[in-house]
């Protein structure tokens, strides 16, 4: 689209005329050509003066408000309310060349009227009707791209529809336009107006309102897109096609019209449960797009059985569930009951695949909008997700009230990078029966103000969420060496110290992750066995393939390799021998039990 409306559209000398392309020295309709510059041939007929321009000088011109063009793009290309940065356009325009009116029309298929879209002026609003008809007659001839300007005989004949379109008498002397093309040849352009009589424009201006007016087209295209994207969405039915469920927006107008219909609501307890398939790309990546579907239809057709209120598909595999019950330990029965029946299916057909449900659920009471009760559910599935829950959890305050946290500490992270809050601790390893050390662990503490220091588990999630933890992992990496080269020069024996890795770094392959570790080891002169990269066990349950290929070419860069929390997962022994680990830290919850239970 940018490409289609903003290179410049002229021929071989940039002189552009109706019919063909002007060549250097050639004659324009209605003058002779120089060759170079404005030509401006006396075509003073009933609508206006024709004005056009050789590429080379059109650059030249354009040159005093290259900044103002890069503004306009600049709008372009972050708008995110495209009428309004549209409007936002028009009166930069207006005010930046000291126009009064600056306005974009559309023309209706038939030629006969044109419609406003979009209007400023810096005398309020100028306008009582948005769709006129067309009696400028040699615009609607004019080719796309040329500036035409109203003759003062025109001007006088259109002051009557002019003050009869705007409803008042604002004295609007000079007009002029460009018009351009959108969509699929449609048609439109944009105005400027002005209260000086007269009005002579000067060639950067003309210059800059040609090129601005196929910025104008952009913007035109792209809303009309949206629009019918629009209508699209408006047109599909209420129901998800896949599942035959509510989809999210016809479910939230469900939901309220369920509950004001409800007869004695004080007499049930009623409840929306967000719910997703844990590792549900298990089966898409291994079985196929189809057999996901199939198990997304099962899990609609239990909801059905189960004679809930109203089900949502979301997206995905992410399903929403409004329910009524006698109590609230009726409906996290219930939740618990259908979680289980649904898993035990999944465990039999997919066993490797790990494949569970996490449900939250959130009680409805007051008047708490659909957004908060939505966000609600939603913690409390995340709640469920992360502690391996599968009976399903209720929501609680506290749950936002940690999700704030960990958005406050997600936006003072990198502040806090550069102001020197985070530190890196040693923890040291010892040989018990020789009582020295050999060793240490790098561990990294917030210095959060006056709450002190921030234990690991107060940031740690909230930054493995956003993905800073991976940053985070470099710079406890980074200082550790800085430290390391300062002892070395100084004449101390080095000796290794581990310092963890989130399993972030080996989402996509971790080929980023490879590569920032050889450009940041070689920025300092230490050799990498003096460097242990710890990763959890989780990660050879999420990522064992990806996790394999980093650790080899870790080792092989000569790098110690630890596994730590080894014996909470589900990793077998012989993962071991497929994983160059020099060290296996057993976790303190398997060993805690060697001492008590007979197995």
Not at 137 to 157: C, D, H, R
Not at 164 to 174: D, R, V
Not at 460 to 474: R, S, T
Request: charged share 30%.
């Amino acid at each position: 689209i940018l490409w289609h409306h903003i290179t410049p559209q002229a021929g071989e000398n940039g002189v552009k005329k109706r019919g063909k392309t002007a060549g250097k020295g050639e004659k324009t309709k209605g003058g002779k050509g120089k060759g170079k510059g404005w030509n401006r041939p006396d075509m003073h007929g009933r609508g206006g003066t024709h004005y056009r321009t050789e590429e080379k000088e059109n650059r030249r011109n354009l040159v005093a408000d290259k900044e103002f063009l890069n503004t306009a793009f600049s709008l372009l290309s972050h708008a995110r309310d495209i009428n309004g940065s549209l409007n936002v356009l028009l009166e930069q325009i207006g005010r930046k060349y000291q126009m009064n009116m600056v306005s974009v029309f559309e023309y209706a298929p038939d030629g006969k009227n044109m419609l406003l879209t979009n209007c400023w002026s810096d005398m309020g609003q100028i306008y009582e009707k948005n769709i006129l008809p067309i009696t400028w007659p040699k615009l609607m001839k004019a080719e796309v791209g040329e500036f035409v300007q109203t003759t003062p005989k025109w001007q006088e004949k259109r002051k009557k529809e002019w003050l009869e379109w705007s409803g008042n008498a604002i004295p609007i002397q000079s007009i002029a336009a460009v018009k351009f093309e959108y969509s699929n040849g449609k048609t439109g352009c944009i105005d400027v107006g002005s209260v000086e009589q007269g009005k002579q424009w000067r060639t950067e201006e003309i210059g800059t309102i040609c090129e601005l007016s196929r910025v104008v087209a952009v913007f035109v295209t792209l809303r009309e897109k949206m629009q019918e994207d629009q209508q699209a969405i408006h047109k599909l039915k209420n129901r998800d096609r896949l599942t035959g469920l509510y989809n999210l927006e016809a479910f939230r107008t469900k939901l309220v019209q369920l509950l004001e219909a409800e007869e004695n609501p004080q007499e049930n307890t009623y409840a929306l449960t967000m719910v997703d398939v844990n590792n549900f790309s298990y089966v898409n990546e291994n079985f196929g797009a189809e057999m996901g579907d199939s198990i997304l239809k099962e899990f609609s057709r239990l909801l059905e059985r189960k004679k809930v209120m109203a089900a949502c598909r979301m997206y995905s595999d992410y399903f929403l569930v409004l329910s009524r019950g006698k109590s609230q330990q009726e409906i996290r029965r219930r939740v618990k009951e259908g979680n289980e029946e649904f898993e035990a299916k999944l465990q039999e057909r997919y066993p490797a695949g790990g494949m569970k449900l996490s449900a939250g659920i959130c009680f409805l009471s007051g008047k708490s909008s659909f957004e908060t009760i939505l966000e609600s559910a939603n913690l409390a599935r995340k709640y469920a997700k992360e502690h391996n829950i599968t009976s399903g959890v209720v929501y609680i305050e506290k749950m936002r009230q940690t999700r704030d946290e960990q958005v406050l500490i997600a936006t003072r992270f990198h502040a806090a990078i550069q102001r020197g809050e985070f530190e890196m601790f040693l923890q040291p390893k010892f040989r018990l029966k020789e009582n020295t050390i050999y060793g240490a662990e790098a561990l990294a503490r917030w210095h959060f103000g006056e709450d002190g220091y921030l234990q690991p588990n107060r940031f740690v999630p909230a930054l493995e969420l956003m993905g800073y933890i991976k940053d985070l992992d470099f710079f406890i990496l980074e200082q550790l060496l800085k430290y390391m080269t300062k002892w070395k020069k100084s004449g101390k024996s080095l000796f290794t110290i581990s310092t963890n890795f989130s399993r972030k770094h080996f989402e996509n392959g971790g080929e980023a992750f490879l590569q920032r570790m050889h450009e940041t080891m070689d920025k300092y002169d230490i050799d990498p066995s003096y460097i242990e990269v710890e990763v959890t066990e989780s990660v050879m349950t999420e990522k064992l393939e990806d996790l394999k290929h980093c650790m080899i070419e870790l080792a092989q860069m000569g790098f110690r390799i630890a596994i730590d929390d080894f014996g909470t997962g589900y990793s077998s022994l012989s993962v071991l021998y497929e994983i160059p680990a020099n060290v296996v830290k057993i976790d303190k919850s398997f060993t805690d039990k060697v001492m008590v239970d007979n197995k």
